[in-house]
């Protein structure tokens, strides 16, 4: 079955300093990713959605200079946490489709990254 | 936008019983249905998925049932066992299987030996 892979599972860093999480499709071609954020014993919210090669879209409150999202191939996409704080300690989450306009192609999640800010 | 909500947020069942969770949801537009397990620390993995012009679905000892008038859909899981035990959630969205997904808040299942 279709494999996403999430990296690191779990970072903690210092305040201030900058995060990169990498998202990748193993076993398919993912035209569309998405990023949820996710705290604890809470839902899953969406945080933008990115297609390869063109800029992401962000949901409403996100803010695009926080969270940057590169989706460079049609395997990887990554989200850099920039000047972190405490408050974005939180469990970040990736989605990918194969096909996002296919009917049956469903989204694929990766196992998630918890994220620390000291 | 897209408003689901899911019910119990909590269910503890004994080993052998079944288990139900149930969601609404609020756009009429919406036809794809998705329920997914997430274990602790891991994302979340599809489990099953209906859409809007089937009524119920099963596989094995899981089962959704859809209501496209009251906008409600269940998840139903029989003979539950210990490893059972994650938390649910169910989701909605328009079009296509891969669209992006309003989640319902989340059950914890917990499957008592």
């Known amino acids: 079955g279709a494999v996403v892979s999430q990296h690191p599972s779990w970072v903690i860093c210092k305040s201030g300093t900058s995060v990169k999480i990498e998202c990748r499709s193993l076993d398919f071609q993912a035209t569309t990713m998405f990023w949820y954020r996710q705290f604890p014993k809470q839902s899953l919210m969406l945080m933008a959605t990115?297609?390869?090669?063109?800029?992401?879209?962000?949901e409403q409150g996100v803010e695009k200079d926080k969270f940057l999202i590169n989706h460079a191939s049609l395997t990887l996409s990554t989200l850099t946490v920039t000047s972190a704080h405490p408050e974005d300690s939180s469990f970040y989450i990736c989605?990918?489709?194969?096909?996002?306009?296919?009917?049956?192609?469903?989204?694929?999640f990766g196992n998630g990254t918890r994220l620390t800010v000291t | 936008g897209e408003n689901v909500e899911q019910h119990p947020s909590t269910l503890s069942v004994q080993e052998g019983d079944s288990a139900v969770i149930k969601c609404t949801y609020s756009d009429s537009a919406s036809n794809y249905f998705p329920w997914y397990k997430q274990e602790l620390g891991k994302g979340p993995q599809l489990i099953i998925d209906?859409?809007?012009?089937?009524g119920e679905k099963k596989d094995q000892r899981i089962a959704v049932t859809l209501n496209k008038t009251a906008k409600h859909f269940s998840l139903h899981i029989t003979e539950t066992q210990p490893e059972d035990s994650a938390v649910y959630f169910c989701a909605a969205s328009k079009g296509n299987a891969g669209n992006m997904l309003t989640f319902g808040g989340g059950t914890r299942l917990m499957v008592k030996p």
């Open positions: 990115s297609n390869e090669g063109s800029k992401a879209t962000y």
């Open positions: 209906i859409r809007s012009n089937v």
């Open positions: 989605s990918a489709t194969e096909d996002r306009s296919s009917y049956n192609s469903p989204l694929h």
